[in-house]
């Protein structure tokens, strides 16, 4: 999973109701493009170089995992979507929207088709106004100098009128407020690591991920499964016992939440499918000595996927000490999840089944499991 870049855009519109397209234009970056972080206020704008309406123009940055020749591409898609028809005639022209890489990261882009900084910010107060507003600091990486010195420096003597009516981000529609710790569950290759992993980028939430690649006994237990069955899962208990204690334990003032790839409840469910019975009401009972002492997750989400997609999903992330696990294991594991929840009465439990989404690579269905966890 790429890491998320910035992207610096600016937004325009002087056709039918300007302020409506540019919500429409946000609504459809949301959807199609990436996680928008902020945006400006917007400004009511003259036309700059031709004789027209007045423009409402405005700018955001996002977080997208595109690179920029394809979010180029992204944002005349959807600026066709919503109406645009470019035509041939030369010279500027009104539009219904119109859209604009002003930066993307520091990098500098030079192609026939894209241009990274836009070469023409500089000299456009409807460009630097409201990226002040929301960028102040960043610096130009050709001209190496922060926008509050270019938006002073600006020749243009356009006045900009403040609109008082501010867009909406469709980002904040999300809601986590009311939880505390959410504990995102699943079979091995579910996915729960990748969202857990999005979710805290995206929502700026405290991240806890199981520490299981260090555990010296998995790649031992897969290879010999009834000799190193107990001794894995006591391993796995205690560090998972510990780590949850210590990062509940820790506040962090500057995160709003906190998630986990798993509930230390998943050690009992496991070492009911590899231990032997007798192994197995020994363990329980140690289980539930350290499992009253763990503060329970608020909201506990379980990713079901099919065991075929597991299967896919195994294989494509390629770790050596799992290529031979077999169906049935998986589905024991799938069928002792959905009995540990069906008897829970404490827990607030959400069952999404996502055999048929991949949020990795399609936003769509990211943002549809959004929805899910947030219903």
Not at 79 to 96: D, F, N, P, S
Not at 244 to 262: A, C, H, N, R
Request: with cysteine.
């Amino acid at each position: 999973m790429s890491q998320p870049k910035k992207a610096y855009i600016s937004l325009g519109s002087n056709k039918g109701d300007k302020f409506k397209n540019l919500q429409n234009a946000i609504d459809c970056i949301h959807v199609q493009v990436g996680n928008i972080k902020i945006i400006s206020k917007v400004y009511k704008t003259p036309a700059l170089g031709f004789e027209s309406e007045a423009f409402f123009n405005t700018c955001l940055i996002l977080e997208t995992e595109l690179k920029p020749n394809k979010l180029l591409k992204k944002l005349l898609d959807i600026e066709t979507q919503l109406g645009r028809v470019r035509t041939k005639i030369k010279g500027y022209q009104a539009r219904i929207i119109d859209l604009d890489i002003i930066f993307f990261e520091d990098e500098i882009v030079e192609t026939k088709s894209l241009h990274i900084p836009h070469p023409e910010m500089q000299k456009r107060k409807f460009v630097l106004q409201p990226l002040y507003n929301i960028a102040s600091q960043i610096q130009h990486p050709v001209l190496k100098k922060e926008i509050s010195v270019l938006l002073e420096e600006c020749e243009d003597e356009s006045v900009l009128e403040p609109i008082n009516i501010w867009l909406k981000n469709p980002s904040k529609q999300y809601d986590f407020s009311n939880y505390n710790f959410i504990a995102i569950e699943g079979n091995i290759g579910a996915g729960k690591t990748s969202l857990t992993n999005k979710m805290a980028h995206d929502f700026n939430a405290k991240l806890i991920l199981e520490r299981f690649a260090d555990n010296p006994f998995l790649p031992k237990f897969y290879k010999e499964p009834k000799r190193y069955a107990f001794t894995l899962e006591m391993s796995f208990l205690a560090d998972r016992y510990q780590q949850i204690s210590d990062d509940l334990s820790q506040l962090d003032l500057f995160k709003d939440f906190i998630v986990s790839d798993y509930d230390v409840f998943k050690s009992l469910i496991f070492s009911k499918i590899t231990l032997p019975e007798d192994e197995f009401r020994l363990y329980r009972k140690l289980f539930y000595q350290v499992y009253k002492d763990i503060a329970k997750p608020d909201l506990y989400v379980y990713l079901y996927q099919n065991t075929e997609r597991l299967q896919a999903n195994i294989k494509k992330r390629g770790r050596n000490y799992e290529k031979n696990i077999e169906n049935d294991y998986l589905e024991k594991i799938n069928a002792g999840y959905l009995e540990f929840l069906k008897e829970q009465t404490e827990l607030n439990v959400k069952i999404i089944d996502i055999s048929d989404k991949d949020f990795v690579k399609n936003r769509t269905d990211y943002l549809w499991l959004l929805d899910k966890i947030c219903e």
